[in-house]
């Protein structure tokens, strides 16, 4: 692969083998995008509760580093019709993120989003316009999360939609990956509606495929924030008259114009 | 490493795979400290021996299926003498210490104050670098013991000297009869004014991987 790419043979052998080596550094690079991927996750998770008006439970968030081709082994859904939504950052760093419905359980969500009475009788077009619309939001309020926390500009393509095999969706990803490492890095967890099948199929997941150009950004941003020392209890109680009050009196006014 | 720390998906087919959650990240963090420990004891050990500075690589920690670790190191065929200790009592363990052949001359001739790396007696470079090991290794495992609190006892050390993966495939078969990720923590180390250097290399078992997160999660809590 990598004498293909016309990248030096020794480096690539080191980076599939870095996967199972763990540094004091690394553990901490890693935490820290798995603590970021956390803050979003919980926003996406509030967001898709408040879309269906019901109590959403979230899985661990993790991160998977494996070689590419253990990754639908790992997942294990090989042929169930999944539907995919995809979106990409738009920048100069590229990361890719899917939201994947099995099938069955997409229709329900869209049937529930458009008040129709079944999910049979649901217009394609409505579903599929619901379901993007769903995307949307969730990734945007995930995105929107990282992106307050470690002040980096994330935005994203609109959802493109597809339906097909879970193991031919994500293959199109792992490929991706695998041009520029032999190791993939994908964080991803689940989301399981109160009112959702207990299989665990019905889930939804979201993952995430970030780029060696993301992480590096993500990581610096997230230790510059740690570095920047907290501000003093002192200084909130100062600054609160001025600012905080101000937003409390304005508030009233708006209401009563 | 056992399934049971890194494992945190109940899921029977990700055998093979590795996701990281933040309880078994701080498991690696954690154990990744402890032998850092050990192994700042164990340079000093050997600084004050060969009376010069010691310089360490990062400490490493590995998780890795058995077959994949040779490549790790990538010495391959490299003659390698190896100090090897086991831990016996009520954990156990695999310790050793490897350095390059050579190396272990120059250092056995200083030990004995040869003048000349080849002028050293054969049997007194055996008795030097099992000298040198058992204090290494002892300092790295009481540096351990203390911190955890449990007794470690090692059995004397032992001389081999052959190819560096002739020697740690003995140690990977161990492991890969409890479990199929081996672990190991490894720490290497040079001589400020030499080409070559050390490496120590630990092999816990599962019963003591897990006391020694047990007594780190005690002492974070």
Not at chain 1, 86 to 100: A, F, K, T, V, W
Not at chain 2, 119 to 147: H, N, Q, R
Request: glycine residues 4%; proline residues 6%.
């Amino acid at each position: 692969m990598s004498e293909k790419m016309g990248h030096d043979s020794s480096s690539s052998a080191k980076e599939t083998i870095g996967a199972y080596t763990w540094t004091a550094n690394k553990c901490m690079n890693l935490g820290v995008l798995l603590e970021l991927g956390s803050i979003g996750v919980g926003h996406a998770a509030t967001a898709l509760s408040q879309i269906l008006q019901e109590p959403i439970s979230i899985d661990v968030p993790k991160i998977h580093t494996l070689p590419s081709h253990l990754v639908s082994k790992f997942y294990a859904r090989h042929d169930n019709p999944t539907t995919a939504l995809y979106m990409q950052l738009i920048g100069d760093s590229e990361c890719d993120i899917l939201l994947l419905f099995d099938t069955d359980e997409a229709k329900r969500i869209a049937a529930l989003m458009t008040m129709a009475p079944s999910p049979e009788e649901l217009d394609p077009e409505m579903e599929a316009s619901a379901i993007e619309e769903l995307a949307n939001i969730l990734i945007g309020a995930f995105l929107s999360a990282m992106s307050d926390f470690v002040d980096v500009k994330l935005t994203m393509t609109p959802p493109q939609r597809v339906v097909d095999s879970f193991d031919a969706i994500i293959d199109n990803f792992l490929v991706k990956q695998s041009m520029v490492s032999e190791i993939a890095i994908i964080f991803d967890t689940n989301f399981k509606r109160a009112g959702g099948l207990a299989d665990s199929l019905s889930s939804c997941i979201l993952m995430m495929f970030p780029s060696k150009e993301i992480q590096n950004v993500l990581i610096e941003k997230a230790k510059d924030w740690l570095q920047t020392p907290p501000p003093k209890p002192d200084d909130n109680i100062v600054c609160a008259p001025n600012s905080n009050l101000n937003v409390a009196e304005a508030k009233p006014e708006e209401i009563r114009k | 490493m056992s399934r049971k720390i890194l494992q945190t998906s109940q899921d029977p087919n990700d055998s093979e795979a590795y996701c990281w959650t933040n309880k078994n990240l701080n498991n690696v963090e954690s154990l990744l400290e402890i032998g850092t420990m050990g192994a700042g004891h164990a340079t000093t050990a050997l600084s004050e021996i060969v009376h010069e500075q010691i310089e360490v690589e990062v400490p490493r920690l590995h998780t890795a299926p058995p077959h994949l670790v040779p490549k790790i190191y990538g010495r391959h065929e490299r003659p390698t003498t190896v100090i090897y200790m086991q831990l016996k009592g009520e954990l156990d363990g695999d310790i050793m210490l490897a350095f390059d052949a050579d190396e272990a001359k120059q250092i056995a001739a200083m030990m004995t104050m040869t003048p000349n790396q080849d002028e050293v007696d054969p049997a007194l470079e055996k008795s030097a670098m099992e000298e040198l090991g058992s204090i290494m290794i002892c300092s790295f495992v009481s540096a351990i013991a203390d911190f955890a609190e449990i007794q470690l006892i090692p059995t004397p050390p032992q001389l081999v000297t052959d190819t560096f993966d002739a020697i740690i495939d003995g140690f990977l078969a161990k492991q890969a009869l409890v479990c199929d990720i081996a672990l190991m923590f490894d720490a290497t180390f040079r001589r400020t004014h030499s080409k070559a250097g050390g490496t120590i290399i630990l092999f816990p078992s599962l019963e003591l991987q897990e006391t020694l997160l047990k007594k780190a999660r005690k002492l974070v809590s």
